[in-house]
């Protein structure tokens, strides 16, 4: 159990981060993601976005730090977990990824329920026994995002914008405690990407969770995010409100402006 306080739903202590001994990625990395609100991060390629959050749900294996996560009125530390326990401890988190992650011969639905799958045991699993209630949380779900009448389609008849928001709908379906997204919107044109922000800023208030997004598009972090992490070379150089960043933290964190051009 952590000694800090309950109102943050994430706290990352000192995260460390290397793929090769020596050549860390991310460089003691520390922050606190409140019980709500839309988190954007934003920095050059390369820099450490995404390995910060394969590092909270443990698709990767951070090298140090904490990642402390509120799960269930229960404070786990995610960097410590193994087995039985890392895999019940991320069934609570949400992941929505760059390139959906679909099986695209099943159907919307059946794509959505696989968010259920870390519910069930072996067997009911394996067997694709899904409860009842589940099916009816998933046409409510489905419903939600958008996508209520395309159900029974097959997952690769769909558009860009429509799988986002079936990867969206599996991850709710978790019902999670916290929602990360590893640029969701990098795929998709302008006014679908702002479709998909809108869509995870107001499921993050309707279910009172955290939504943690990696995202290169910084007037679309400026226009929705409740806070703006900025990212380079592996540190956190930036950590406040969109209205607070300016030019100065924004050549800070890319290099120069040419980089927004």
Request: charged fraction near 25%; aromatic fraction near 4%.
């Amino acid at each position: 159990m952590s000694p800090q306080a309950a109102s943050s739903a994430i706290e990352i202590n000192d995260l460390v981060k290397e793929y090769r001994a020596g050549q860390p990625i991310l460089k003691s990395i520390s922050l606190k993601l409140p019980a709500s609100g839309l988190t954007c991060v934003i920095g050059p390629s390369g820099t450490g976005k995404s390995t910060l959050l394969r590092c909270i749900n443990r698709l990767v294996d951070p090298t140090a730090g904490q990642i402390w996560v509120n799960i269930e009125g229960q404070r786990v530390d995610m960097a410590t977990l193994s087995g039985r326990e890392l895999r019940r401890a991320r069934r609570h988190i949400g992941m929505v990824f760059q390139e959906y992650n679909l099986v695209d011969r099943l159907s919307v639905m059946e794509n959505v329920l696989t968010g259920r799958l870390g519910y069930l045991s072996a067997w009911r699993a394996w067997r694709r026994k899904f409860d009842p209630q589940d099916v009816l949380s998933a046409q409510q779900i489905l419903g939600e995002v958008g996508l209520a009448e395309f159900a029974a389609r097959r997952a690769d008849a769909l558009s860009g914008g429509q799988r986002q928001r079936v990867g969206i709908a599996r991850a709710l379906m978790q019902r999670p405690a916290v929602l990360l997204a590893d640029e969701p919107t990098s795929s998709l044109d302008p006014k679908t990407s702002i479709e998909i922000i809108q869509l995870l800023r107001d499921q993050g208030i309707q279910r009172q969770i955290p939504v943690m997004v990696n995202i290169h598009d910084v007037e679309l972090a400026r226009s929705y995010a409740d806070r703006i992490i900025g990212m380079t070379g592996g540190h956190v150089v930036y950590d406040g409100a969109p209205e607070g960043l300016n030019e100065d933290h924004l050549t800070q964190i890319y290099g120069g402006k040419a980089w927004l051009e």
